[in-house]
């Protein structure tokens, strides 16, 4: 049988057809693509003209007023969103100035927050520079006795809350010493019951030590001394040295704890002359304090 390809060669050579090698070659070659004629540009010069926007579909509609309105509303909001301009004049603070204004923060801290119960009490009425310490201040003490006299006294009638039994003329370091007493040793002692009195059996007098003659002039005769007889506490009990000392834990323990606080501190037992009251004053001895 003849195949189709070999008759259709001998056909196209029968008739003058070009080979279909030609006709190949040339078919695939594509057509250029017509140029429509409102984009055909006439000369260098000439704008291009722009295709017209596409119409709005009808079914979105026109914008309603009322959204014209809360886009109106909006618009404010949008400007407070941005940070305000910095007013003219307004530069930053030195350093200094910061430094300072710190500085005067922790001082008036320190003022709210006192560091003790002295600083809450009214400086007048005061004595010796400390609220703490209530009283007068007194014209010089002068004596004929060589050794007796206060330079600078105070009249004191009470100290860190204890009222004193009567008026105390004494030096401002007496009066200093008795109050660390009261508030390191004597309360402490005395616990949830406190002391509100202290009973004064003697302050400033001009006399000898112990008051025997010829002896050296007493820390009294100077004003720096106190003999305290008994404390009045705050529930009315009253405990006397003569009576109270040897079963009073509380008594034993403010007057051992006055070592050192005052320069020499005796009493009950140390050497007869003090059985019925504590002797406190400020004297300061070479090789340290004085306790019996």
């Not at 014209?139 to 009638?157: L, M, Y």
């Not at 860190?160 to 007493?181: E, F, H, M, N, Y």
Request: glycine share 10%; with cysteine; net charge positive.
């Amino acid at each position: 049988m003849t195949r189709p390809g070999v008759v259709l060669a001998v056909l196209l050579v029968l008739t003058g057809q070009p080979l279909l090698a030609e006709g190949i070659g040339k078919s695939l070659i594509p057509k250029p693509r017509p140029v429509p004629a409102e984009l055909t540009v006439a000369s260098s010069n000439a704008p291009i003209s722009r295709m017209p926007p596409k119409p709005r579909p009808a079914q979105l509609g026109a914008i309603k007023p009322e959204t014209v309105v809360e886009l109106a509303a909006l618009a404010p909001l949008a400007t407070s969103l941005r940070p305000r301009p910095r007013p003219e004049g307004l530069t930053a603070a030195p350093a200094a100035a910061k430094r300072k204004k710190v500085a005067d923060l922790h001082k008036a801290a320190a003022v709210r927050t006192p560091q003790d119960k002295g600083s809450l009490l009214p400086k007048k009425g005061s004595v010796c520079g400390d609220p703490a310490i209530r009283g007068e201040t007194m014209a010089p003490v002068v004596s004929k006795v060589k050794g007796c006299g206060i330079e600078d006294p105070v009249r004191v009638t009470s100290i860190a809350g204890v009222k004193l039994s009567q008026p105390a003329t004494i030096t401002c370091d007496t009066a200093i010493a008795t109050r660390k007493w009261l508030e390191r040793a004597v309360q402490p002692a005395f616990g949830k019951t406190p002391v509100v009195k202290l009973n004064i059996a003697g302050h400033y007098v001009c006399r000898p030590r112990n008051n025997i003659r010829g002896a050296k002039i007493s820390e009294h005769g100077r004003g720096r001394a106190l003999d305290i007889s008994g404390f009045v506490l705050a529930d009315g009990r009253q405990l006397s040295i003569a009576g109270d000392y040897r079963r009073s834990k509380a008594i034993k323990a403010a007057h051992k704890a006055a070592c050192g606080i005052f320069g020499t501190t005796l009493g009950p037992g140390s050497d007869g002359h003090h059985e019925d009251h504590l002797h406190f004053d400020v004297a300061r001895h070479g090789n340290g304090s004085y306790c019996r």
